[in-house]
């Protein structure tokens, strides 16, 4: 069974432009949660969805979006991108609620904003 | 606010000795928590996991202790192997359909 597939791994791109990062969960998984990681502040919750829809959003400013399609697939998208955004950005998968089953994480995307 | 926390930044042992991990967390209402192992490069792996109503639980050289009354959780690796060389992370179910994670704890096996 495939894991948690996240596309593209690594990432270069300039202040100002914008960046779309995709997440396959594993198959069956129908909740998909993204996180920003970096060594400051750790693993951040960014957003939550389920169904297609957003169930939770983490403390992040409008900057960050994401959504989810009916096939479970996500994408989160970073507008006016700044130097602070440099992260890892981890998926993480679950069968139904992140809060209380098995949640399995793919290798993420590293980003960097130059 | 929650958090959830990490003793020690970083935890040296020896080859074939046990590891012991531990993790405070504040959230007294959290029932799910749940162990992270994470390698340079990668993604955080799932070790195991651990409910409200329990406290213990073994998996593969793995034992997670749960002490609600004291809100701590610890991980114990036993018979540690180089492999084990990572960045722990304990997290806690928060609530509305999120973990919240630790700042990590590095372990680093002495061959």
């Known amino acids: 069974k495939a894991g948690v597939t996240q596309t593209p791994r690594y990432l270069i791109k300039t202040r100002g432009q914008q960046v779309t990062l995709s997440c396959s969960p594993i198959?069956?998984?129908?909740?998909v949660s993204w996180y920003q990681q970096t060594p400051g502040q750790g693993l951040q919750f960014l957003f939550e969805?389920?169904?297609?829809?957003?169930?939770n959003k983490g403390n992040f400013p409008g900057r960050f979006s994401g959504r989810q399609f009916s096939n479970s697939r996500s994408e989160m998208n970073v507008s006016t991108l700044e130097l602070g955004d440099s992260a890892l950005y981890l998926c993480?998968?679950?069968?139904?609620?992140?809060?209380?089953?098995?949640?399995?994480f793919g290798q993420g995307t590293r980003l960097t904003v130059v | 606010g929650e958090s959830v926390g990490l003793h020690l930044p970083t935890l040296s042992v020896q080859e074939g000795d046990n590891s012991i991990i531990n993790c405070a967390y504040s959230?007294?209402?959290?029932?799910?928590f749940i162990w992270y192992k994470q390698e340079s490069g990668k993604g955080p792996q799932f070790i195991i996991d651990?409910?409200?109503?329990?406290d213990k639980r073994q998996g593969q050289r793995v034992t997670v202790l749960l002490n609600k009354t004291v809100k701590h959780l610890s991980l114990q690796i036993a018979a540690t192997q180089p492999g084990d060389s990572a960045v722990y992370f304990c997290?806690?179910?928060?609530?509305?359909?999120?973990?919240?994670f630790g700042k990590g704890n590095q372990v680093v096996v002495i061959p």
């Open positions: 969805y389920f169904s297609e829809t957003q169930r």
């Open positions: 993480a998968s679950s069968l139904a609620n992140i809060g209380n089953t098995e949640a399995f």
């Open positions: 959230n007294s209402a959290s029932d799910y």
């Open positions: 198959s069956g998984h129908r909740s």
């Open positions: 651990i409910r409200s109503n329990m």
């Open positions: 997290a806690e179910n928060s609530g509305n359909n999120r973990l919240a």
